[in-house]
């Protein structure tokens, strides 16, 4: 089986590093010219198993089971056991979908997943900087969760991919290229993010339900005491600490349609600042210094908001979709769509 992998983020780069681990297959990556300016390189790396979708909550949990087993990959990815606090609106209804998700975590990884409230994880007793929202807010409390380095782990598997005699790993202008002309392989698959929806245009070949989304967050000095690594559902804010000793925060943007390749938002400070008044009404301790950097970037959306093998033409997928959050999911996600490749092909 011969294949072409496009792109050379996170995605792409771990489905081609599965594929020529495969008897039998040669794999080709055409992994970019610049790695600098895309979803990989501005992802916080927050991996957890917990997701409010079945089905990405299953490939999170498998992608950290994985991690976890293997000193390889947490040394190429940089992993720090940070723990990991999802916030959640307290409802009836919603408490045995919570229930079902920790006994599925919990069968993966013993002694990790649990609820509790928003005092008892950022608690001033806790160690943390306080709580001063709702603390009727439910909390699925991760203990194996932390953080990782895509960037890291991408360049690891690169090298580690380059090295291998059945695979190729090349530098070509992938936003350029004709999908189509990809002739002489079984499969070609498009792992290029927030490039998807123009080069699948550029190629002939449907583009609906592909759309780019803009990514930002402000990185800040932060002491004595900051939360753990943490996402609020009902308000979108996200934090986490990061390896330099900073402290990570943002909001999901409104900004659909995003260029490819963005590295600077074009909605002023309005989500940096939005971030930092809800950061700021949640957590009384926080003390925040100054702006060590805002990242920006655009990634490419599907629905359901997951990391998969899409068929879209003959013989050529997309990879693609993660939602901003594939860092979580990718490696089983990948592992999933090497052998769902193998299996179409033969």
Same mark, same amino acid.
């Given at each position: 089986?011969r294949?072409? =992998?496009?792109g050379g983020g996170l995605a792409g780069?771990?489905l ?6 495969l008897? #039998?297959?040669w794999?080709?990556?055409l992994?970019?010219?610049v790695?600098?300016?895309?979803a990989?390189a501005?992802s916080g790396?927050a ?6 979708l079945?089905e990405q909550?299953?490939l999170?949990?498998?992608?950290l089971?994985?991690?976890? @087993?293997?000193p390889?990959l947490?040394e190429w990815?940089?992993?720090r056991?940070?723990?990991?606090a999802?916030?959640? !609106?307290?409802d009836?209804?919603g ?5 079902l998700a920790?006994? /599925?975590?919990e069968r993966e990884l013993p002694g ?8 008892a ?5 806790? #160690? !943390?900087p306080?709580?001063a929202g709702d603390?009727?807010t439910?909390?699925v409390?991760?203990?194996?969760a !932390?953080c990782t380095?895509?960037?890291r782990l991408?360049?690891a598997?690169?090298a580690?991919l380059a090295?291998?005699?059945?695979? /190729?790993v090349l530098g070509d202008?992938v936003?350029?290229?004709d =999908?189509? @002309?990809?002739?002489?392989?079984d ?5 290029v993010?927030?490039w998807t929806?123009?080069?699948l245009r550029a ?5 609906? #339900? ?7 967050y ?7 005491v900051?939360?753990p ?12 600490p990061?390896a330099d000793? !900073? ?5 999901p943007?409104? /900004?659909w349609?995003?260029?490819?390749g963005m590295?600077e ?5 309005a989500?940096?600042e939005l971030?930092l ?6 957590f009384?301790?926080?003390k925040l ?9 655009a990634d490419?959306y599907c629905d359901p908001?997951?990391?998969?093998l899409?068929e879209?033409?003959d013989? =050529? ?7 901003g959050?594939?860092a979580?999911?990718?490696? %089983?996600?990948?592992?999933? %769509?090497?052998?769902s490749?193998?299996?179409d092909?033969?």
């Open positions: 089986m294949v072409r =992998v496009v780069s771990l081609a590093w599965r594929l020529a681990q008897p #039998g297959t794999v080709e990556l992994a970019g010219p790695r600098g300016a895309d990989t501005a790396g991996v957890r198993a917990y997701d409010a079945p909550r299953q999170a949990t498998e992608s089971v994985e991690l976890l @087993a293997s390889v947490r990815a940089q992993y056991e940070t723990g990991f999802y916030l959640r !609106g307290a009836a209804a408490e045995a979908d919570l229930l920790i006994s /599925e975590i990790s997943a649990g609820l509790t409230s928003p005092s994880v950022f608690g001033t007793q806790a #160690g !943390g306080g709580w603390d009727t439910v909390v409390s991760e203990r194996r !932390g380095s895509p960037h991408r360049e598997v690169l580690d090295a291998r005699p059945r695979a /190729e202008a936003g350029r290229m =999908v189509s @002309a990809s002739r002489g392989f499969a070609v698959v498009l792992a993010g927030a929806p123009g080069l190629s002939g070949l449907p583009a609906d #339900g592909y759309r780019t989304r803009s990514i930002q402000s990185v800040y000095d932060c002491g004595p900051w939360p690594a943490f996402a609020d559902e009902r308000t979108g804010l996200y934090g986490l990061t000793g !900073g402290q990570l925060l943002g909001v943007t409104t /900004e349609d995003a260029p490819p590295t938002a074009r909605d002023g400070l989500t940096h971030a008044r809800l950061a700021d009404g949640c009384p301790g926080l210094g100054g702006v060590r950097r805002r990242v920006a970037a490419c908001p997951v990391l998969a899409r879209i033409g013989r =050529v997928h997309t990879f693609t979709g993660g939602s959050g594939c979580k999911s990718v490696l %089983a996600a990948s592992r999933r %769509a090497a052998h490749l193998a299996e092909v033969t």
